[in-house]
Structures are given as structure tokens and as C-alpha cells.
């Protein structure tokens, strides 16, 4: 159980909501640093970013990027963002990690078929697909290890290896 105080990324949302002129600030209390690199801690709930509207998140996107002393901001969406596809034709880049499991590939390739279906092919087109070992996944339980698992370790490198751009596709 914690106790205190623990700001996570819809706490940032609040902020970015309220118009909030100091959420370069806000933002640098509020982050967390892991082996030298800063993040947001997740929703502790994810219900409270289902209300986050799509316009919303683009402001909140955009207000981010004038934090001048980032060039990149990592993201781990889901449905529950409202908007979700025109965030992901926002993005420069898309990497999807999923385990080597026939269940995984088939609900690959039902997003696959879906985005085609409503013509969101640019999607597709900037996405990577890293099909990861089992046990990986398996092993990266919390968000405080994911960085030093070996998922953490291979997506740092593959990222590195291809300039933070497409990896493969699938």
C-alpha cells in the first residue's frame, strides 16, 4: 500500500485541463526517473481516462511538446483513450509489442483488418510490430522493472539500433 502522495498521468491531465500556464513545471514535479529516463506514472485507474476526451488528449499532446527539453514523448495507449486512431495518426511512430501466441497474432491481424476496413492505412504504415518471447511479459510485472527487463533491454536497442524509427513489419 502506498501512502503519500503519488502523481500519475491523470493528475498531468488535470492540469493541462484547468489551462494550467506552469505544466512544464507541474510536469517536472511530478515525474519519476528510472535508470536516467523520466516518465509518468500510469492511471492508477484506468476509468479515469476513459472521461479524457480526444480533444483533450491532442491539447495535452501538444502542450507536452513545448517542453522544450524533450524531443520525444513515449506513449502507452489503448481503447480507452477516446480518440484513439487520430492520436495514432498523430504519431510519428507506432511500435505494438505482443507475445508469440496464436491469440495474439489473430487479434493482430483483426486491428490489421480493421484499420484497412476504416481506410487508416497511414496507421499501419508508421507501426511496428516486435513479436516478444513469452517470458518476457511474464517477467516485466510492474512498471518500476519494465525498464531493466529484458523487454525493457530489447526494445532499448532495437529502438537505438533503428534510430527510433520502424523496427519490422509483421
Partial sequence: MRTGFFADITD?????????NNLKFRFQSMKQTLSGVDYMAPAEDYMDLLLVTENEWISFFEKL??????????????EACQGLYRLLEKSDYIYSMQAATDTQRNSINQYKRLLEKRELSSILEKTSWLELPREYFERAVNMERLYSTQIGEYM??????NGNRQIRKM
Fill in 12 to 20: 498531468l491531465l488535470y492540469f493541462a485541463r484547468r489551462k494550467d
Fill in 65 to 78: 511538446s513545448e517542453i522544450d527539453e524533450y524531443s520525444d514523448f513515449i506513449l502507452d495507449l489503448s
Fill in 156 to 161: 532499448k536497442g532495437l529502438m537505438l539500433e
